[in-house]
């Protein structure tokens, strides 16, 4: 597989550039599980009526493209606003990006994996808490409120379309 590039030194904070150290070496550790069931005939071509094989939409590292592409497979631009804040789907002008480049690149499957934090269990545990950090909690969901809608749309239209999603959280 490919190697990650590494960052210049101070592009990250160090907590965030340990989170992905950490998360790349278990997906490396479990590339090789992958790896076994993917050892099989490998078509190169998507199958009609798709360009790629896949999209990651929310893609973080851009892992399963980097796996797909580490096969020879053809594969979307991966999206995420930290890659590019042109990739901002809370946003119209990034979402009419990425529907866009969804019908240009017609993805076998797209994946999405958007952002959980507004509605995990502690956020809803501290929303019974009230105060500030319930506020703050409230204003992050309706923030991403846009995003949700969004993907809700987009992978119905996908799935009408007769293409294949994943979606990861």
């Known amino acids: 597989p490919p190697e990650v590039p590494r960052l210049p030194a101070g592009a990250l904070h160090r907590k965030v550039k340990q989170k992905l150290e950490k998360n790349m070496t278990e997906l490396k550790e479990t590339e090789q599980a992958l790896l076994s069931v993917l050892k099989g005939a490998r078509p190169s071509r998507p199958p009609r009526g798709c360009r790629t094989w896949i999209k990651e939409i929310f893609c973080g590292v851009a892992l399963l493209t980097s796996l797909a592409m580490s096969h020879g497979l053809l594969t979307g631009q991966p999206v995420d606003v930290a890659m ?27 994946t999405y994996a958007p952002p959980c934090g507004p509605w995990s269990a502690w956020s809803r545990l501290n ?34 379309q007769g293409q294949h999603v994943l979606i990861e959280n």
């Open 127 to 160: 929303l019974s808490k009230g105060g500030s950090i319930a506020s703050k909690i409230l204003e992050k969901r309706e923030h991403y409120k846009p995003l949700i809608e969004w993907v809700a749309k987009s992978v119905r239209r996908q799935v009408e």
């Open 84 to 110: 590019d804040p042109r990739h901002d789907l809370t946003i119209t002008s990034g979402q009419k990006l990425v529907n866009r480049q969804i019908q240009e690149e017609a993805p076998f499957m797209t």
